[in-house]
């Protein structure tokens, strides 16, 4: 599988997971009749015993034309957007810079297989339910909503995601001057953009900091 521009590869796979576990929804695209159809979903990750991701699932509404594109024709590309920021020169020394933008995105390219199974319907949203309601205060559960759930179920479809290709492009300031980088991290820090700031470390391990 590609990872792309290697000077922006990711520093791990575990990184990679770390994006699509905490930036779930993505968009669907794919060919229609010479267009496109596209659906922004969340999705959740099946994890090989490497912690790869393998596939993903999810759902779509049954009533969303995309199912039927996607019957006709499986093929699609899955985009997930990781984090992102504006980076701007007045937080630099050097006033000379340009003004950039740092960013991590992960691509799929996959077969989309539908699963119209009452069981598997309710685990892939068992799931998403679970991953979504950790850690908060009175988490809620599927049970709750008593008859209304099989109702509701009624109206969607599972499906998981066969993956045969990626690309995966971590931009975080692997290209920039020491000083350059330093200045970016201390703005970043100044103007709250601190989970940037910090998926910037993590892709430049070992590199100094002001």
């Not at 099989?150 to 300031?173: C, H, P, Q, T």
């Amino acid at each position: 599988m590609s990872t792309g521009d290697t000077k922006f590869a990711p520093p791990s796979e575990a990184a990679v997971t770390r994006l699509v576990v905490e930036n779930p929804l993505a968009w669907i695209v794919s060919r229609d009749d010479g267009g496109f159809c596209a659906t922004p979903l969340p999705l959740r990750p099946v994890l090989d015993a490497q912690g790869t991701v393998e596939r993903l699932i999810g759902h779509f509404a049954r009533s969303n034309r995309h199912v039927q594109v996607l019957a006709r024709d499986p093929r699609a590309l899955i985009l997930f957007m990781g984090p992102h920021g504006y980076v701007s020169p007045s937080w630099m020394r050097d006033r000379t810079q340009a003004p950039t933008w740092n960013y991590a995105y992960v691509q799929y390219d996959v077969d989309i297989r539908f699963v119209d199974d009452e069981t598997q319907l309710e685990e892939v949203l068992r799931d998403l339910v679970g991953a979504m309601e950790t850690g908060r205060p009175h988490a809620w559960g599927i049970e709750e909503m008593g008859p209304r759930y099989r109702r509701l179920a009624s109206g969607v479809i599972a499906f998981e995601a066969l993956i045969r290709a990626r690309r995966v492009r971590f931009k975080m300031g692997q290209d920039e001057r020491d000083d350059v980088y330093a200045d970016i991290l201390v703005g970043l820090e100044k103007t709250g953009g601190h989970t940037l700031r910090d998926w910037m470390l993590q892709s430049n391990p070992g590199r100094g900091r002001r």
